[in-house]
DNA sequence: AAGAACACCAACCGCCACCTT
DNA sequence: GAAGGTGGCGGTTGGTGTTCT
């Protein structure tokens, strides 16, 4: 098919981004919207290939963004996850707001892997390690047994001091909702857009500043420039659910 | 204190799916 | 329907920080 190039190689800087290359990835996306990744550099004065700013901005600079090590509940959650839909880690990434899946992925290879490992599960199969899978055994069972062991053994895992903003209660409800949840997995299987369901936000019915309104203004963009560094939650955004997420993105196409 | 080994993660690469012409 | 362009995905790599010897 003679594919170009996604970008011209000579002069396309690589490695790793500067703060001065962040600012400017992120004024020029603030100002004109996610669209157009292969003009973005040139348009954004930057020496990048469109890919690379692209990445950048969906893993690094979206002020969507969670930070820090995944909790023990979204864990559980890949792993449950990987079970029903194997390496497809961006399927995996849309039910945990925050998280890329590139950060999932990494999580998975450094951590959970070899969590599962060690407890004898097989992290491609989730079946028992010393055991011959049983084909006529339905893969949804074997995260739930994977759970039991992750919750038995490793309770007390490194994670489990990292930034667990709800109760354990509130995780395991959300946990169950979600394993529990047939129409969500149906619709992870059949490849369909994200649920928008209640239960995936942590937004209480009802309450009154979870509109997107309430968010800093996206006309002044200089809050941003000055807490990329942090994580969602220093500001409070970590109630940002899809809708408004998606509401924001086509804002901001509608007005460039 | 210094070097080796290991762990982590940001970023790159190549392929594929989808859309437009 | 074919060709070309673009964005997105998943696998992999390389740099850097940390721990071990």
Redesign the pocket.
Known sequence: ????P?CDKLGV?????TAEEDKKLINFILTNGQ?????VPKLAGLR?????C???WT??LRPDLKRG?LSETEEQLVIDLHARLG?????IAARLPGRT???I???W???IK?KLIKMGIDPVTHQPLNKEAKPEESSSHAPHSADKHISENDGTGANSSEDNSSTPTEDSDLLDTICNDESLLNTLWMDEPPLVDASWTSIPAGEPNCNISSLPSWDNCSWLLDCQDFGVKDFGFDYLNDIELNTLEMGDKTVA
């Open positions: 098919m003679g594919r170009q996604c800087k690589k490695g790793p981004w669209c157009c990744w292969r003009a990048r290939c469109g890919k690379s692209r990445l950048r893993n690094y090590l390496n497809r880690w961006s399927k899946d590139n950060e992925k990494n999580h290879n450094t951590h070899k």
